[in-house]
């Protein structure tokens, strides 16, 4: 039993480090699949929800770090709840790279994702 524990040792350190955390990563994570990976939102837009775009959001453009938080961790209408998946401190996180979006749409492509 413990040769068999100590062999999975590395295979379950493996997969907890398997996932990106940084800001970059948990956009990438969680928020990409509907916000597109630059911010954009969906190609064809959605009428119910227009701000998926975030590089248009209100919220955003005016800079509510405290409503782009809240709504990450309670959600809104189709976004799920984030609070329960992440860490205070990676909603922090996701929140300020949140409203750094506008500003790297605008900027001249650096060639980082």
Not at 9 to 35: E, F, I, K, N, Q
Not at 91 to 100: I, P
């Given at each position: 039993?413990?040769?068999l524990?100590?062999?999975?040792?590395?295979?379950?350190?493996?997969?907890?480090?398997?996932?990106?955390?940084?800001?970059?990563?948990?956009?990438?994570?969680?928020?990409?699949?509907?916000?597109?990976?630059?911010g954009?939102?969906?190609?064809?837009?959605?009428?119910?929800?227009?701000?998926?775009?975030?590089?248009s959001?209100?919220?955003?453009?005016?800079?509510?770090?405290?409503?782009?938080?809240?709504?990450?961790?309670?959600?809104?209408g189709?976004?799920?709840?984030?609070?329960?998946?992440?860490?205070?401190?990676?909603?922090?996180?996701?929140?300020?790279?949140?409203?750094?979006?506008?500003?790297?749409?605008?900027?001249?492509?650096?060639?980082?994702?």
């Amino acid at each position: 039993m413990l040769v068999l524990l100590l062999a999975a040792m590395p295979l379950l350190s493996l997969s907890a480090c398997a996932r990106d955390r940084s800001a970059p990563g948990l956009y990438r994570s969680y928020c990409r699949r509907c916000h597109g990976p630059s911010g954009e939102g969906p190609k064809r837009p959605v009428r119910l929800y227009p701000h998926l775009d975030l590089r248009s959001s209100p919220m955003v453009l005016r800079g509510d770090r405290a409503a782009v938080r809240q709504r990450i961790a309670e959600g809104h209408g189709p976004m799920p709840s984030y609070s329960k998946r992440l860490t205070p401190e990676e909603l922090e996180r996701l929140a300020d790279f949140t409203l750094r979006i506008p500003s790297q749409s605008s900027s001249p492509s650096s060639g980082r994702e």
